[in-house]
């Protein structure tokens, strides 16, 4: 069976990105009977991530094109992308890595769009410094819509079966009521029914958290819950998905947690990730459902507190490629439910 070539996309040089790189790549051998990694960034801070790991810099070579991959444990094989950012001081917000993780990001969509790549995988960026080199998008997922032209995507948590579908993430809490609309909710209900009968499971249970306390309590606690989020669950259920909500997100959440609901669609950044966080730490993912290419992510940022120190840890990220690599061989399935629904 071909493996998947997954595009790596190295993050923010400045932070933990390129030595979480090398110790995946370097130090977990069975990645390569999973898949074919191609790091896509800055040769000059592999070499320095691999060296803050005790690792050899021999190990790097580069490549130009992904068809050239030897995929050989114990080896880094990195496409350049732009200039090098050799010079970018190691834990610290710099303009110049900020446009490189951007620089990335696009390189690989390019390289997904050509089919020359499966499946990308992305080190974390750090936001601020992304904008202050002149990209103004709100995080990873933004930009990659953008890149692939889609408009319903959602970020997505996961840790083994269970998944968190946010219908928003990276906007202040207010602006998040603002964006919370029933064409929104309508939009990632939808897309969480595609992704369920991509995995064979078109009547998995979808449990929608409420957007106020106690799902708005009957109108105590706000009318957003019941004159935006009821209507999009009964325009579900007349599509024919199993969706139940708004519910609760204090009683919808533990429930998934204790395993009794796998698809969960919450409202704002925190709902999903203060929870899912406190409970999965380096067990969780990111997946991006809604692009025409499977996309994962570590579930943590920049590290720039511990950058260069060879001491982060490469678990998300490992994870990360691991999923990405089941998922890729039917993504196509997950892209066409998405488009269908």
């Known amino acids: 069976m071909t493996l998947p070539v997954l ?15 090398a110790k995946s790549l370097l130090g977990h051998d069975k990645l390569r009977e999973k898949c074919v990694p191609v790091v896509i ?20 070579s580069q490549i130009n094109d992904p068809s050239e991959a030897q ?17 970018v001081p190691v834990g610290e917000l710099s303009p110049e890595a900020g446009d490189g993780s951007y620089r990335f ?20 960026l750090n936001k601020a410094a992304m904008h202050a080199g002149g990209h103004s998008f709100p995080g990873h997922t933004e930009l990659l819509a953008q890149e692939f032209g889609v408009e ?3 970020l997505v948590l996961s840790a083994g079966d269970l998944y968190f ?22 939009s990632v209900l939808k897309l969480a029914g595609a992704f369920a009968e991509s995995m064979g499971k078109p009547n998995e249970l979808i449990g929608l958290a409420g957007l106020n306390p106690h799902a708005g309590e009957n109108r105590l606690f706000g009318d957003e819950d019941a004159d935006v989020l009821a209507p999009a669950v009964e325009a579900a259920r007349k599509q024919g998905l199993n969706v139940s909500g708004p519910l609760p997100g204090d009683a919808l959440i533990p429930s998934a947690v204790r395993g009794n609901v796998n698809l969960v669609v919450v409202c704002y950044h925190d709902q999903g990730h203060a929870p ?36 982060a840890r ?18 196509d399935v997950v892209w066409r439910a998405a488009q269908a629904m």
């Open 105 to 124: 990001v696009v390189e690989a969509c390019r390289l997904a769009r050509e089919r020359a790549i499966d499946g990308i995988v992305t080190a974390p």
């Open 276 to 311: 899912f966080k406190a409970v999965y730490g380096d067990d969780g993912v990111n997946i991006t459902v809604g692009l025409p290419v499977v996309r994962v992510s570590v579930d943590h940022g920049t590290a720039f507190d511990i950058a260069g120190q060879g001491i």
């Open 314 to 331: 490469e678990a998300s990220l490992v994870l990360s490629l691991e999923r990405a690599a089941s998922l890729a061989p039917k993504w």
């Open 152 to 154: 319903d995507y959602s």
């Open 7 to 21: 595009a790596i996309t190295l993050g923010d040089v400045a932070g933990i990105g390129p030595e979480i790189t």
């Open 71 to 87: 995929n050989v444990p114990g080896t880094i094989e990195v496409i350049q992308v732009g200039p090098s950012l050799e010079s």
């Open 165 to 186: 579908f946010h219908l928003t993430t990276h906007v202040s809490l207010r602006q998040a009521i603002e964006n919370i609309t029933f064409d929104r909710t309508f």
């Open 41 to 60: 960034g800055d040769l000059a801070s592999v070499r320095r991530g691999v060296e803050s790991v005790g690792g050899d810099p021999v190990a790097i």
